[in-house]
């Protein structure tokens, strides 16, 4: 749960935040509470804007469901995409890696360790960094990691 639960939590606590738009620097994630609930939301957030490019590939659905107390059922109904996926499979995604680097220009990376490696602070200012950008190439640019690929998927939830 540490892994996906950060990532999870992070995802979520940016969308509650609103703050996908604003031009000043995000709130600190830190001082935030990772309850189950939270948890539970922000895998459900992930699974439904992310995990169509973002893997990830270290962790299971089954494992996630242990970690939430979430029963199989409700794991299939928040996480679950029906895409032939099984209970005890790895959170992979469909898009192949050919297909991204033709349309995306890279494959989207996996994330089940990166919040391990940059922290929930860091993932929690990345999606809440985003601002409309009419220069760049998607109209989307971000304060954390300048001239990124990702378009802001979040933008429909509350951003600009």
Known sequence: MKYLGVCAAAAFLALASGAAAQETA???AGHVSFDRTTLAAGAHTFARYCLGCHSLKYLRYNRVAEDLGLSEARVKDLLM???NAQYHDAMT?????????KWLGAAPP????EARFRGADWIYAYLTGFYLDPSA??????????HVSMPNVLAPLGGA
Request: hydrophobic share 40%; proline share 17%.
């Open 137 to 146: 190439a998607l109209s989307w640019n971000n304060r954390v990691f300048p």
């Open 26 to 28: 995000p709130p600190h």
């Open 93 to 101: 995604n469909t898009l192949r890696p050919e297909d991204a680097a």
């Open 81 to 83: 995409l029906p895409d």
């Open 110 to 113: 996996d994330l089940t360790l």
